[in-house]
């Protein structure tokens, strides 16, 4: 049982209405790992953490949570679950160590012992007795956290955790989550729009497009870096006559001026680059310098979705 999934979808669907929401999804989450949700606007992934935490029925499929369906034993399965959905909400007038008490007496077993260990783990030792309403909102993150570890969950899922957030903050919730899935062995579900900060914090992230799946890789994946091919911005003079001299060799996939027709970008395999260099030169064109150019995440992502924006 030790490779058994921390979470496991099995071809959910949710309707509403006439209306697919999230259709026939189905992706595994094993334990330590941080998976990331990625889609445009409407793409299904609040829909389908609804789903999962049993804030919403599911229409078709299973959810099983270390092994209890969601839908015929959820209080089996939703013990194993901690949960953030949209921003997190506390009593402000109180401190925050006096809303994770109030918490953990809504908890059965859960000890000042255990308040302590989750203070601990996010790092607010020093301000654990301030007031909520002190609080900035990173901090208020970090405290919801806190909130969902207390009952030792083996899955924690965030639904949008970085909204509001400014850098510093984005990268204490990454580094905290990232000692989480070390430290403690839980599993995490992040839902994003924020595609620089889905690829330094996920191991994996599960792409949805209009309710369906369209794929699930790891997140060095979204980018180009590894493939084969790859482009090149070559600053060279006279670009144009560049333009027709690269135009004209074998392997190329494609060439293009740019940047006010200053450069010429060729994509091509990486070892042919010194073949086009000292096609270059055989022509007179003089080559001031070779840069790669990496494609965005932003830009693959599109290209993945077919041109839908982020959301």
């Not at 889609?39 to 949570?65: D, E, F, H, W, Y």
């Not at 839908?71 to 949209?86: K, R």
């Amino acid at each position: 049982m030790d490779n058994e999934p921390i979470i496991s979808l099995r071809n959910v669907s949710k309707q509403i209405g006439r209306t697919t929401i999230v259709d026939d999804l189905s992706f595994e989450v094993p334990q330590g790992e941080i998976f990331g949700f990625l889609g445009p606007n409407g793409a299904g992934k609040t829909t389908t953490i609804r789903m999962i935490v049993g804030l919403m029925s599911v229409t078709k499929g299973q959810i099983l949570i270390k092994g209890k369906n969601i839908q015929t034993e959820f209080e089996q399965a939703i013990h194993h679950v901690g949960a953030i959905v949209e921003s997190p909400e506390m009593y402000k007038y109180l401190s925050g160590y006096q809303n994770l008490v109030h918490y953990a007496r809504m908890v059965p077993g859960v000890k000042k012992e255990r308040i302590a260990e989750v203070v601990s783990l996010v790092k607010m030792e020093k301000r654990i007795h301030d007031k909520v309403k002190k609080y900035s909102l990173g901090m208020r993150q970090r405290l919801g956290v806190a909130q969902a570890l207390l009952h030792r969950p083996s899955l924690l899922i965030l639904d949008e955790p970085t909204n509001g957030l400014d850098p510093a903050g984005i990268r204490e919730l990454r580094d905290y989550l990232r000692h989480l899935t070390r430290t403690e062995g839980i599993s995490v579900i992040v839902s994003s729009h924020l595609l620089s900060e889905m690829e330094l914090m996920c191991d994996r992230v599960a792409i949805l497009k209009q309710g369906k799946l369209v794929n699930v890789m790891p997140v060095q994946h979204l980018s180009r870096e590894n493939d084969q091919a790859q482009t090149y911005r070559i600053q060279a003079k006279p670009p144009e006559r560049a333009l027709r001299v690269i135009s004209g060799m074998d392997g190329i996939q494609g060439v293009k001026l740019t940047r006010e027709e200053k450069f010429v970008e060729v994509t091509t395999e990486h070892e042919r680059i010194p073949d086009i260099l000292v096609g270059l030169m055989q022509h007179d064109i003089r080559i001031y310098g070779v840069q790669t150019v990496s494609q965005t995440l932003e830009e693959r992502f599109l290209e993945i979705t077919g041109g839908e924006q982020i959301g």
